[in-house]
């Protein structure tokens, strides 16, 4: 079973910027929609923002409103996660899936990738 690989996570200040990838190997993405969810430690896996593969209209947590950017790259098969802003309780492990609403669309889940940000 093919995963989805994400990329970009780190450690930044408050404040501070990152930008997340999500490609799957060897696949193109044939789904309606994909999106971005976080697990932070101690917690459910919860919903951050999606965007339409055709058209590229975006749908977002509105925890992340107006700090957070989705976008997609159709020639690179990519999803991207553009995080301004961040703050400490953004902190957890990022992961891409297909969507249905804000409700991810399969149980195939990546790696993940870690961000953390510090106070």
């Known amino acids: 079973q093919v995963h989805p690989v994400e990329s970009g996570g780190g450690l930044v200040q408050a404040g501070g910027s990152l930008r997340l990838s999500c490609a799957v190997p060897g696949r193109t993405f044939t789904w309606y929609a994909m999106g971005w969810f976080r697990q932070a430690p101690g917690k459910e896996r919860e919903f951050v923002a999606a965007?339409?593969?055709?058209?590229?209209?975006?749908n977002y947590a509105d925890s992340v409103k107006g700090r957070f950017t989705i976008s997609r790259d159709i020639d690179k098969n990519t999803v991207y996660l553009q995080m301004n802003g961040l703050k400490p309780e953004d902190t957890a492990v990022y992961y891409c899936?297909?969507?249905?609403?804000?409700?991810?669309?399969?149980?195939?889940w990546g790696q993940g990738t870690q961000v953390t940000v510090s106070s």
């Open positions: 965007i339409f593969w055709s058209g590229g209209s975006t």
């Open positions: 899936n297909e969507v249905i609403g804000t409700l991810p669309r399969t149980p195939s």
